[in-house]
């Protein structure tokens, strides 16, 4: 299963140190509880203070149980250290089915 995460962030500054520094750190905690990162980005609008992410969660897992085992981890805890959540606005998730056929390269 494949999840598009969208967070807003309150400024450029906190979308700057949540990307480069906190969400980088997630990439080696997901990967302890066999979550996949495909990719991250920003939005390309500067005023927008977007990151975007596709992650994938291991075959037949819960995705709201495996969040809700990520950010309970002490791995998650110290990924966010330094970082005022409350710079994180909203966030928004929607879950993927990769097409059955071959026009995705990703599946």
């Known amino acids: 299963m494949f999840q598009l995460r969208i967070y807003t962030l309150r400024s ?3 979308l700057r140190r949540y990307a480069d520094v906190h ?3 997630h990439l080696t905690t997901f ?3 066999g979550i996949t990162t495909h990719g991250v980005w920003t939005e390309h609008d500067a005023d927008a203070h977007r990151l975007i992410a596709v992650i994938q969660y291991p075959p037949g897992s819960d995705p709201d149980e495996a969040t809700r085992r990520v950010v309970a981890s002490p791995e998650f ?3 966010m250290a330094g970082f005022d ?4 606005v909203a966030v928004e998730t929607t879950l993927l089915d990769p097409t059955s056929t071959t026009s995705s390269p990703i599946r």
């Open 12 to 14: 450029a500054d906190a």
């Open 23 to 25: 969400w980088a750190r």
């Open 31 to 33: 990967a302890v509880f």
């Open 77 to 79: 805890a110290a990924d």
């Open 85 to 88: 959540v409350s710079d994180i």
